[in-house]
């Protein structure tokens, strides 16, 4: 009797714990933008905090910066109604982030709120930390294609389970499109969607046309608009790597689209220039490149798991400058990239794929010999012919002279038809392999 009172008394005693004698609190200073400069107080770099508004609400603020005796915070939400000598104070989320199955199918931010009006999933399993964080000897290979549903990508730029692609692109040329059409034909059993400092109305756009009920029902959606914090917007971003790679680690098939990589820089140089960090590459800070490599190296494959997690992230080119500095690095830390060019959407020839300027690198691993030398006479045919586009209205072209070049101007009314493709036609990966060979002859050769 007295050992099952003492083993009781234990664990009571585990669940109890001391308050607090002492709450330290720091001091607001100074707000330069979105910046709270606070004194006093003990932080730790990435440390949640909470700061004292006038109506006594609590505005949620992460540690973004130090400077010798100052702290530099950055507000989660909308800060206002701060005063100078405002109290700030640690913050210990206790409610930690659950994830589990009962998140497919919902709409959250950063912070894995709920975003669609219902109440928060009853998920039960606590969000890794560091299920990013993988050896170069821990990661799988690339070793089998990804059936994505768009034929120029099937046949020309095979996507493999596992790669990280790029779609670059201005503005208008159809990037979150293409996205759209590959979260509804894409072949995977868990989709991550990332709507990062996109417009807001483009959320329940994506969601309505894009994904749909049945693709919602599979898929995981993260907003942060760009009127929130860009702190927000990097955890939103980061967050999603981050389930994805949860559900890779389940096993699954994971897809994990993210719009856009560019704004995910932008915002991390408003609080890298904040905090005084001097810009370098036309205006972005050094650590906006460091961000973007520790982000992107986060997803692919594990080998701990038999799950796959492919990403693709759509890529701003501002001014359809494809040397910007955030075009140019990306394109350096991922693996493969699809240009697409205003002169093609000009044209209506969609999706605007620039088939000289894209390349998967992946794609010579897991396609037979057969199915790779097809690709590369289509974009060798393709190229010979955007040679002598121009001169075949004036009259100018002579055939007879080069076979090859003979081949390109006759087969192009063909091969253009073959790379467009309608919002609402599918092309599974299959069909897109044998319409290639049979268009360049491979089935007589």
């Known amino acids: ?10 664990q009571v005693q585990g669940h109890i714990r001391s308050p607090g004698l002492v709450e330290s609190f720091g001091r607001l200073d ?5 910046t709270l400069s606070v004194s006093g107080g003990r932080y730790q770099l990435g440390q949640r905090c909470q700061v004292e508004a006038a109506n006594k609400r609590w505005i949620e603020a992460e540690v973004v910066g130090f400077d010798q005796g100052k702290a530099f915070l950055m507000p989660l939400e909308r800060a206002s109604d701060l005063g100078a000598g405002a109290r700030v104070r640690s913050f210990h989320d206790q409610a930690n982030a659950k994830v589990g199955p009962e998140l497919l199918g919902r709409v959250v931010d950063g912070m894995l709120r709920p975003l669609d009006g219902m109440p928060p999933a009853q998920a039960r399993h606590p969000l890794p930390d560091d299920n990013l964080s993988l050896s170069p000897l821990q990661r799988r290979g690339v070793e089998e294609p990804l059936d994505v549903g768009i034929r120029a990508l099937n046949s020309l730029f095979c996507v493999g389970k596992g790669q990280r692609m ?22 995977a059993d868990v989709v991550v969607v990332g709507l990062i400092g996109e417009r807001g109305w ?16 599979k898929a995981v959606v993260v907003a942060a608009p760009a009127d929130q914090s860009p702190l927000l917007r990097l955890r939103a971003a980061e967050l999603c790597h981050k389930l994805a790679a949860y559900y ?36 972005y800070p050094p650590s906006v490149f460091s961000k973007l490599t520790q982000l992107v190296e986060g997803a692919g494959n594990n080998n701990a798991s038999q799950g796959s997690m492919t990403a693709i992230y759509t890529v701003l080119a501002e001014g359809d400058d494809q040397q910007d500095p955030i075009v140019d690095s990306t394109r350096a830390i991922l693996d493969g990239h699809i240009v697409l060019t205003r002169e093609l959407a000009e044209k209506g020839h969609y999706p605007a794929i620039d088939i000289g300027a894209s390349i998967s690198r992946v794609m010579p691993n897991i396609v037979s010999e057969t199915h790779l030398k097809a690709a590369y006479e289509m974009k060798r045919l393709y190229s010979r012919y955007q040679q002598v586009q121009e001169l075949i ?17 006759a087969l192009f009314p063909s091969i253009e038809t073959f790379l467009t493709q309608g919002l609402h036609e599918q092309a599974a990966y299959a069909k897109s392999e044998s319409e290639l060979m049979e268009l360049l002859g491979y089935e007589n050769a």
């Open 1 to 10: 009797m007295n050992s099952e009172f003492l083993s009781r008394l234990n």
């Open 30 to 34: 100074r707000v330069n933008g979105m």
């Open 166 to 187: 790029g779609l670059f692109a201005g503005s208008g040329v159809g990037k979150s499109k293409l996205l759209g059409m590959m979260t509804r034909y894409t072949q």
């Open 202 to 217: 483009e959320v329940r756009d994506f969601i309505q046309h894009s994904l749909g009920e049945a693709g919602l029902a």
């Open 248 to 283: 890779r680690d389940q096993g699954k098939d994971v897809l994990l689209l993210m719009d856009s990589l560019t704004r995910y820089a932008q915002a991390q140089r408003e609080i890298a220039l904040s905090v005084g960090e001097p810009p370098a590459t036309r205006g």
């Open 393 to 409: 209205p004036l009259g100018a072209y002579q055939s007879g002279q080069d076979p090859e070049l003979d081949r390109a101007v």
